[in-house]
């Protein structure tokens, strides 16, 4: 491969670094062709981008990026693949779903700003929640009190008495 192809490859790399907050290193050994085809379907259907690369170009592109990714240099060996993410929880959901075949194996990932090498990191990886299922979790804790006096409003026939007894009647 001529330098130029590989400074090519690096520049993309680092822009694919950039451009996206989460990451995992899987190695795809094991799998055959149509294998293969279906994980990348799967990728695509889930917005992963999903890339087949060399140990040495990764390397030199995780050494050049903003971010000091120096506990993942140990992972860089064997066949290695990379999912680009914008959200931190899908690619495990999807290895998840390979697990039992053991194949692809995770070997490491950079989500939300942390490290997680080994592949005894799936579950963890997996029960991370997106930005979006915490805003909804936030959500609902603040309708919560809402709904609590609008019920005891609407039970209590509104009026002042109805509604202090019906909220000294609910169970703590």
Request: aromatic share 6%; net charge positive; charged share 25%.
């Amino acid at each position: 491969m001529k330098k130029e192809l590989k400074d090519t490859i690096i520049a993309e790399l680092g822009e694919k670094l950039k451009a996206y907050p989460h990451f995992y290193l899987v190695d795809l050994a094991g799998l055959n062709a149509e294998k293969t085809s279906e994980l990348r379907r799967k990728c695509f259907k889930s917005e992963i981008k999903l890339l087949v690369v060399k140990n040495n170009l990764l390397h030199r592109a995780l050494m050049a990026a903003d971010v000091d990714f120096e506990p993942l240099y140990g992972c860089l060996k064997g066949s290695t693949a990379v999912m680009f993410t914008q959200t931190a929880n899908t690619p495990a959901k999807l290895l998840k779903d390979y697990k039992k075949d053991g194949v692809p194996a995770l070997k490491a990932a950079y989500a939300e700003e942390s490290f997680f090498v080994g592949a005894d990191k799936l579950e963890e990886l997996a029960s991370l929640k997106s930005k979006n299922e915490l805003i909804a979790d936030v959500v609902a804790l603040l309708q919560s009190p809402a709904k609590n006096v609008v019920s005891a409003l609407q039970s209590g026939a509104n009026t002042i008495h109805g509604v202090l007894k019906t909220l000294g009647e609910r169970p703590e």
